[in-house]
């Protein structure tokens, strides 16, 4: 049981918008940044959004953040069949005293 | 380019030790705290160890606590991590990750190394 909650799959067809949510508590998504990772297949995973909104470079700005109380979401804009992979948010948790993972979003370009 | 390579997985019996390595080059290895993160077979992403840029604090999940410990040698730009009492649980693909200011924020990854734990 991951202490992030993420819906398990998303899907799109190429060109359309999808969103990804991410759930936390008050010691980790409610007072620390969110950061989401991007997992193609059989590859390592990669810094897709730090700080809750900031694209490292080289990731296209059709990928945004956006932060709430509790709660993140991850949206991505004219999907590509090159976005199909997982998607991890994560952020450090004060009470656990350690980093902590949602269960990951397997994302389906149609 | 910032580089981290990972070496040391194999297979090893339930109970046995392992020692995995991190080398990284391209970035001043002394400066950053340092994740591991395991993934098992099909299954997501788990935090595993962190330590401070200088080694002096370090961070487990309980699920390692006790069996695993962390350490660096910045004087050899490489991080360490032993595993111990390992478990068929363990079984998993372990990665270093250098961490950013916000230690919730791995902004680079090694390829991971494979250890295996048979029963």
């Known amino acids: 049981q991951s202490v992030l909650t993420q819906p398990p799959s998303a899907s799109g067809t190429p060109g359309q918008r999808v969103t990804i949510s991410c759930s936390g508590s008050?010691?980790?998504?409610?007072?620390?940044?969110v950061n989401w990772y991007q997992q193609l297949p059989g590859t390592a995973p990669k810094l897709l959004m730090f700080t809750n909104d900031q694209r490292p470079s080289g990731v296209p700005d059709r990928f945004s953040g956006s932060k709430s109380g509790t709660s993140a979401s991850l949206a991505i804009s004219g999907l590509q069949s090159e976005d199909e992979a997982d998607y991890y948010c994560a952020a450090w948790d004060d009470s656990l005293n350690g980093m902590v993972f949602g269960g990951g979003t397997k994302l389906t370009v149609l | 380019q910032v580089q981290l390579v990972e070496s040391g997985g194999g297979v090893v019996q339930s109970g046995g030790s392992l020692r995995l390595s991190c080398v990284v080059s391209g970035f001043t290895f002394s400066s950053y705290g340092m994740h591991w993160v395991r993934q098992a077979p099909g299954k997501g992403l788990e935090w595993v160890a962190f330590i401070w840029y200088d080694g002096s604090n370090k961070y487990y999940p309980d699920s390692v606590k006790g069996r695993f410990t962390i350490s660096r040698d910045n004087s050899k730009n490489t991080l360490y991590l032993q595993l111990n009492s390992l478990r068929v649980e363990d079984t998993a693909v372990y990665y270093c990750?250098?961490?950013?200011?916000?230690?919730?924020?791995?902004?680079?990854w090694g390829q991971g190394a494979l250890v295996t734990v048979s029963s």
């Open positions: 008050s010691s980790n998504i409610g007072r620390k940044t």
């Open positions: 990750a250098r961490v950013m200011s916000d230690w919730g924020t791995a902004s680079d």
